[in-house]
Nanobody
Framework: QVQLVESGGGLVQPGGSRRLSCAASGRTFSTYAMGWFRQAPGKEREFVAALDWNDVNTVYADSVKGRFTISRDYAKNTVYLQMNSLKPEDTAIYYC????????????????WGQGTQVTVSS
């Protein structure tokens, strides 16, 4: 069992930056792929970024590539999403996800999920 708690959301101006955190419980954190998804009002949840268990492989959605960076701190059992050059279309609830396999995580199948944190990009 993995429990995930996101934090760091809030109101950001266009062009600004924000870092989201996801604290994971359980000793399996170091063996799980971790990722971020988001859901905007009236839209389906979509994949944002993922990081493999060994901190080597990363995958990003085209819409955030070059602006967002996913990373993890094994000592703190925490995964981060650094978001730069934010745009109004990045406004969404951001969800942390965990899965033993990154390929499965990206398909949003059988993931552990956090409760989400709201990010609003607006002037």
């Amino acid at each position: 069992q993995v429990q995930l708690v996101e934090s760091g959301g809030g109101l950001v101006q266009p062009g600004g930056s924000r870092r989201l955190s996801c604290a994971a419980s359980g000793r399996t954190f170091s063996t799980y792929a971790m990722g971020w998804f988001r859901q905007a009002p009236g839209k389906e949840r979509e994949f944002v970024a993922a990081l493999d268990w060994n901190d080597v492989n990363t995958v990003y959605a085209d819409s955030v590539k070059g602006r967002f960076t996913i990373s993890r701190d094994y000592a703190k059992n925490t995964v981060y999403l650094q978001m730069n050059s934010l745009k109004p279309e990045d406004t969404a609830i951001y969800y942390c996800a965990a899965n033993p396999l990154m390929a499965i995580l990206i398909r949003a199948a059988g993931n552990y999920w956090g409760q989400g944190t709201q990010v609003t990009v607006s002037s």
